[in-house]
């Protein structure tokens, strides 16, 4: 039996949601090597660099939130950006 185009639609969506998770899943794991480089590195303006980048990661987690269906992929990437927050102010005081 042939697929309809709604079959067809739906499982391309829900492919691009899990590759859209997937990658912020991997923005989350780089921001947080970020994090302890941050901590360790003696460069300032390296330092700079690397807060910025997790400041992007942390952004782009919550930019892209409302577009995952799944609660829990949700609450997790969300919990991640809770932590390169918490990380953010952390170092900043």
């Given amino acids: 039996m042939p697929h309809s185009a709604g079959d067809e639609f739906s499982a391309l969506k829900n492919r691009t949601e899990q590759n859209l ?7 989350a794991d780089l921001a947080s090597t970020f994090c302890t480089l ?3 590195t003696e ?16 952004s782009a987690i919550r930019h892209f939130e409302p577009r995952i269906a799944d ?12 932590e390169l927050d918490q ?7």
């Fill in 71 to 82: 609660p829990s992929a949700r609450e997790e990437l969300l919990q991640k950006a809770d």
């Fill in 43 to 58: 460069n300032p303006q390296h330092r700079a660099e690397l807060l910025g980048n997790i400041r992007k990661a942390a």
């Fill in 87 to 93: 990380f953010l102010a952390e170092i900043s005081s």
């Fill in 38 to 40: 941050a901590e360790t």
């Fill in 21 to 27: 998770v997937e990658f912020l899943r991997v923005e």
